[in-house]
């Protein structure tokens, strides 16, 4: 893969092309009406659909995409990212979601980073999706990077996705939470960057990446700019709410770019892994 140029998180003033580079985005970005395209493949599905008379797996995320989980502050969020990255390895997965499942991830890396908790409760989340699939899985590489400024775990993952020696093998990456990649959610002009930022790698790689924030009190949005900005671009943004009384989580497919997954619920068994409580 060829040296890809840095998204610039800093403000700055854009040179003006020459008319020789706007001659080759022209040539990179034309839709050409006569060439057959196939749709990006799946990466992660829940449950089937019919069309036409035939059965096909109902999308989560597809490769080149990136998708966002949104909940309240403790909603199991990281649970259910848990559920799909095991779900995505495979293995013993589909005895806690048997209608979740991977597609095309052979030898393929799934990297977590998480940007917020302590190195032992990463582990342990990490831990947790291994258990789900029954061993640890040579391709999940997972990360903590509650240390580092929001710039730095910007410019990092990036580096894991355009430069670092995963960079052409990548199946799923995880940022829990994209919240912690930039300074203020409500910073419109790094919002957008970081969304750009998400596009553009996803898109090059042909990896899928999955996102989490949290939603604004009392409302039904993501919080910012951030998440207005990531609920727009995203091919799929999902609403976990924890319902307590009955210790159980809704998973709702609020927002789908194609068609959308049913709706369901999921709540932690004894050994406190999560686990479907209804059939997809």
């Known amino acids: 893969m060829p040296d890809i140029e840095k998204i610039k998180i800093s403000p700055t003033v854009s040179e003006e092309l020459t008319p020789q580079e706007l001659i080759e985005i022209h040539d990179k970005c034309i839709v050409r009406l006569d060439q057959t395209l196939l749709p990006e493949p799946i990466a992660l599905s829940i449950g089937t659909h019919s069309y036409k008379d035939r059965i096909y797996p109902t999308p989560f995320g597809t490769y080149g995409n990136f998708s966002c989980l949104v909940g309240a ?16 390895i495979g293995g013993k ?31 342990r989340v990490a ?13 999940f590489k997972a990360f903590s990077t509650r240390e580092e400024d929001p710039k730095i775990r910007f410019q990092f993952i990036e580096w894991i996705m355009m430069e670092s020696s995963y960079r052409d093998n990548i199946g799923l990456i995880t940022i829990d939470g994209a919240a912690d990649i930039l300074e203020s959610v409500n910073d419109l002009e790094y919002s957008n960057k970081i969304v750009q930022g998400m596009l553009k790698w996803t898109s090059i790689s042909k990896s899928h990446l999955c996102t989490i ?30 319902d307590s009384e009955h210790n159980i989580v809704r998973v709702l497919p609020s927002y789908t770019r194609g068609y959308p997954f049913d709706e369901f619920s999921f709540t932690l068994n004894d050994d406190y892994l999560p686990k479907v409580v209804n059939s997809i």
Request: charged letters at 25%.
């Open 73 to 88: 502050s403790k909603s199991m969020k990281t649970f259910l990212k848990s559920a799909l990255i095991a779900s995505y």
């Open 93 to 123: 997965s589909n005895y806690y979601f048997p209608d979740m499942r991977g597609h095309d991830t052979k030898e393929k890396y799934v990297i977590d980073v998480d940007t917020e908790q302590s190195l032992w409760h990463t582990q």
């Open 127 to 139: 831990k947790r999706a291994c258990e789900m699939v029954g061993n640890n899985y040579e391709y």
């Open 213 to 242: 924030l949290h939603k604004n009190p009392g409302t039904e949005k993501p919080t910012g700019h951030l998440g207005s900005a990531i609920m727009k671009k995203a091919e799929t943004v999902a609403f976990i709410d924890r």
